[in-house]
């Protein structure tokens, strides 16, 4: 689908970006941060375990434990956002590596979060995790593996969040999804916004935002213990000209 880019098309209004974790914002919302006036960000799984635990991408990352990597990474989000208005805000809520499985009072601090947002914030705009990576059926991904083809598919608590904060929101509420990196060198994320608008009963209008590439990529190069570990083969994302020029945003609309 083509798509016309646009400066910034949401200037005006008030907006939350409703990021899992602490990157989220920068490495898919730059055309929105690159307003002046403030933008609230607000980061799901800022939860710390106790005692401390060692998670799977702690190890990646070469973390010694969760307190360090959560240390890290809050250090991390605070000096990508050094030289900004913008509000950084994050929530108690572990990230899946912590935990065996989801609890209901996970979905219900996403909740209450976006709705004290909203009432505080009339006409404001809330930008959610659009679900973008590759989708096929399990017997084809299976496959891919076996074959060496396998590719980056949408992240389960992205999908996690949008579906929670979208369950939050009235039907006088104009989500707005976001196109996610890394996730989108899997796969566009088309077809989430199409399935997650039929669903919700509202029209995906597609709209693109230029992005300066340069700035991006200094804020990005800000998450040292991430830059690694989420770049695509042969190249960085801290590097401007591996990323994409148009950010890509839907507006649900009724």
Not at 24 to 31: E, G, Q, V
Not at 76 to 81: D, P, R, S, T, V
Not at 89 to 104: G, K, T
Not at 170 to 178: D, H, N, R, S, V
């Amino acid at each position: 689908m083509a798509v016309a880019a646009s400066p910034n098309p949401f200037s005006d209004a008030p907006v939350l970006i409703l990021e899992p974790h602490f990157d989220d914002a920068a490495l898919s919302c730059a055309s929105l941060l690159e307003r002046e006036s403030p933008i609230d960000v607000l980061t799901v799984f800022g939860g710390e375990p106790n005692p401390p635990v060692r998670g799977h991408w702690d190890e990646i990352c070469g973390f010694a434990d969760s307190r360090e990597a959560l240390a890290a990474r809050r250090a991390e989000q605070a000096a990508a956002f050094a030289r900004s208005s913008h509000r950084l805000a994050s929530l108690p809520v572990l990230e899946r590596q912590y935990v065996e499985r989801r609890a209901d009072s996970d979905r219900s601090a996403i909740a209450e979060a976006v709705e004290g947002w909203a009432a505080r914030n009339s006409g404001g705009l809330v930008a959610l995790p659009a679900g973008a990576g590759w989708q096929a059926p399990g017997l084809v991904r299976r496959l891919a593996r076996l074959v060496g083809r396998d590719r980056i598919r949408p992240h389960p608590e992205h999908v996690f969040v949008r579906d929670a904060a979208l369950s939050a929101l009235g039907p006088e509420w104009t989500p707005l999804l976001y196109e996610e990196l890394p996730y989108l060198t899997g796969g566009t994320a088309d077809r989430a916004a199409r399935e997650v608008a039929a669903r919700e009963d509202r029209r995906a209008t597609l709209v693109g935002a230029q992005v300066n590439r340069e700035t991006k990529a200094r804020r990005i190069a800000r998450y040292v213990s991430q830059v690694p570990q989420i770049s695509p083969p042969g190249g960085r994302l801290d590097d401007p000209s591996v990323l994409p020029a148009i950010e890509r945003f839907w507006v649900l609309e009724r």
